[in-house]
């Protein structure tokens, strides 16, 4: 088993860690939402480039393997699918 930063740290200090990254991210994604919006671009051009850039993370984050940016493809491609889907059925 590989050791991680987080092996042996109390669940609490955990959680604090957690909350004090996702904090620190969503002030950083409001910040982009609204640049987006200024620059004229639509919600969905924002919402497609942070799915895009959690993919680029993941696969280098995890080794850039080519099976998994295969996976990582066929999920995005599977939840822009969806969304036509449900954007179709909503009008």
């Known amino acids: 088993m590989q050791d991680t930063p987080t092996a042996g740290m109390p669940e609490i200090e955990i959680q604090q860690n957690l909350d004090k990254a996702a904090k620190i991210i969503t002030e950083h994604l409001d910040k982009a939402l609204q640049d987006c919006t200024e620059a004229g671009l639509e919600r969905d051009f924002f919402n497609a480039g942070i799915v895009a850039t959690l993919m680029q993370a993941m696969e280098t984050s995890l080794g850039g393997s ?6 990582l493809h066929q999920m995005a491609e599977m939840a822009a699918q969806k969304a036509e889907h449900d954007a ?4």
């Open 66 to 71: 080519a099976a998994l940016a295969g996976a």
């Open 88 to 91: 179709g059925n909503a009008n």
